[in-house]
């Protein structure tokens, strides 16, 4: 019963580095989310995946990129880190069907000096 | 665009008192909203889903309102125990695949 698992937990960047997050799921959901949190602006959405084979941008795609391996895996990659990328990251999945709750990851902690 | 506003302070109440957390929203007229739960270092938990022709639903303690008209969703938690210390989000669909969420109401249960 894993879920929905995010690796690594925690990551100190410095400024200009790359990094892939990686997310997967074990419960056979078709759509997969990218989220980041930072205090006072809630969850926003990077990218996501509503099926295996297809992504799209979310509110602040700027800076990331993203690719759905399979359908159990979503990475999440920063190409050249900036501080202002500095956030937690949550990657959940959901399953077919317009009122479906999301299945969250217990994030990423992401620092970039 | 859509916006949502919680309550960014947070709330404080006596154990076994009834806690009630607000969602209001612009903008956008859902056909659905959810409510999550958030415990510190943690991704948020699923707890009740209510669709736009519900005006309320009921798990265990927890009951939500959603009133269209207001554009607005009530979270209640009744006989309130320090165990749901935790900060409550509410997500509003935006299409078949997309969410917006709220910046979340921290509730404190004081024993």
């Known amino acids: 019963n894993a879920g929905v698992t995010q690796t690594p937990k925690f990551q100190v960047l410095k400024t200009g580095q790359s990094m892939t997050l990686q997310c997967a799921q074990d419960m056979n959901h078709n759509s997969m989310y990218w989220y980041r949190q930072d205090p006072g602006m809630g969850l926003r959405l990077i990218y996501y995946?509503?099926?295996?084979?297809?992504?799209d941008k979310g509110e602040v795609p700027n800076g990331y990129n993203v690719s759905r391996l399979n359908k159990r895996e979503f990475s999440l990659r920063l190409e050249s880190a900036a501080p202002s990328q500095t956030s937690v990251y949550f990657c959940?999945?959901?399953?077919?069907?317009?009122?479906?709750?999301?299945?969250f990851g217990d994030g990423t902690r992401l620092s970039i000096l | 665009s859509q916006k949502i506003e919680q309550n960014s302070e947070a709330l404080n109440i006596q154990e076994g008192k009834t806690a009630t957390l607000t969602c209001n929203y612009t903008?956008?007229?859902?056909?659905?909203l959810q409510w999550y739960r958030q415990d510190p270092g943690r991704g948020p938990v699923f707890l009740l889903l209510?669709?736009?022709?519900?005006k309320e639903k009921r798990k265990e303690r927890l009951k939500v309102t959603f009133d269209t008209t207001l554009k607005q969703s009530l979270f209640h938690i009744t006989a309130s125990q320090p165990a749901d210390s935790a900060t409550y989000l509410c997500a509003l669909e935006r299409g078949t695949y997309k969410y917006i969420f709220g910046t979340g109401t921290r509730l404190k249960v004081l024993a």
């Open positions: 209510i669709r736009e022709n519900e």
């Open positions: 959940a999945s959901r399953p077919s069907g317009g009122d479906q709750p999301q299945h």
């Open positions: 995946s509503a099926s295996e084979g297809t992504t």
């Open positions: 903008n956008y007229s859902p056909a659905y």
